[in-house]
């Protein structure tokens, strides 16, 4: 899971720089790969390889991957999954005070009136 985190937060940090040209296409190739093909993305040489397909440089990939940004951001996603006890993905919290998923809240759509009435009740809209 850290992995793959650490995939998401170089595709986000390369796409803002401009050098990852499709963020939204990148991510829609990684759910392909790991959901269709059962490429698990494990290796270095897998994930660095994926980057390689939209245009990135193992330079510029090895930079952002081991970057103090991507390295921080990995490290705030880990203390958040603790501090809230985080389990499955995905889970919502909501202002801090509320954990919930699409198990707890009984589905997708119930999950999304949930997340709806907290906001509301919390005065988030």
Do not use: C
Request: hydrophobic share 40%.
């Amino acid at each position: 899971a850290v992995l793959h985190a650490q995939i998401y937060y170089t595709q986000d940090i390369l796409g803002r720089n401009g050098v990852l040209a499709d963020p939204l296409k990148f991510h829609e190739a990684v759910f392909v790969e790991f959901h269709q093909r059962g490429n698990r993305l494990v290796s270095m040489s897998a994930i660095q390889k994926l980057f390689a397909r939209f245009g990135v440089s193992e330079d510029d990939f090895n930079k952002t991957w081991n970057s103090f940004e991507v390295n921080t951001r990995l490290r705030l996603g880990g203390d958040l999954v603790r501090r809230y006890g985080i389990s499955s993905v995905p889970t919502i919290v909501v202002n801090g005070k509320y954990r919930t998923s699409a198990a707890d809240a009984g589905g997708y759509d119930e999950l999304i009136e949930l997340i709806d009435e907290l906001t509301v009740r919390e005065g988030l809209r």
